[in-house]
Nanobody, 116 residues
Framework: VQLQASGGGLVQAGGSLRVSCVVS????????MGWYHQAPGKQPDLVAL???????DYPASVKGRFTISRDNAQNTLWLQMNHLKPEDTVVYYC???????????WGQGTLVTVSS
């Protein structure tokens, strides 16, 4: 399985951006998918999660501002980010959990920079 993220860039505070992740390979094994960000030297932090059935989960820091969605037929994952803040500046990674072993695959990351 390969994940290809895109759509990052520079945006002003208060603006919006949508990042995408296209999955290829054994996509029939994909269970949940998510977006994470990772500060240097730290473990990845969850930004948004979506199950195969469409149930979503967000940490308090982005709830109400970010929306995760997926199209299982197109094997694509999106993250719509609204009301962006400078502290949202970080590299965002897409992630897929595959069945049956629940192993995880990662995309290469896409940088989002929010200017104040």
């Amino acid at each position: 399985v390969q994940l290809q993220a895109s759509g990052g860039g520079l945006v002003q505070a208060g603006g919006s951006l949508r990042v995408s992740c296209v999955v290829s390979g054994e996509t029939f094994r994909i269970n949940s998918m998510g977006w994470y960000h990772q500060a240097p030297g730290k473990q990845p932090d969850l930004v948004a999660l979506i199950t195969r059935s469409g149930r979503t989960d967000y940490p308090a820091s982005v709830k109400g501002r970010f929306t995760i969605s997926r199209d299982n037929a197109q094997n694509t994952l999106w993250l719509q980010m609204n009301h962006l803040k400078p502290e949202d500046t970080v590299v965002y990674y897409c992630n897929a959990e595959l069945l049956p072993l629940q192993d995880h695959f990662w995309g290469q990351g896409t940088l989002v920079t929010v200017s104040s």
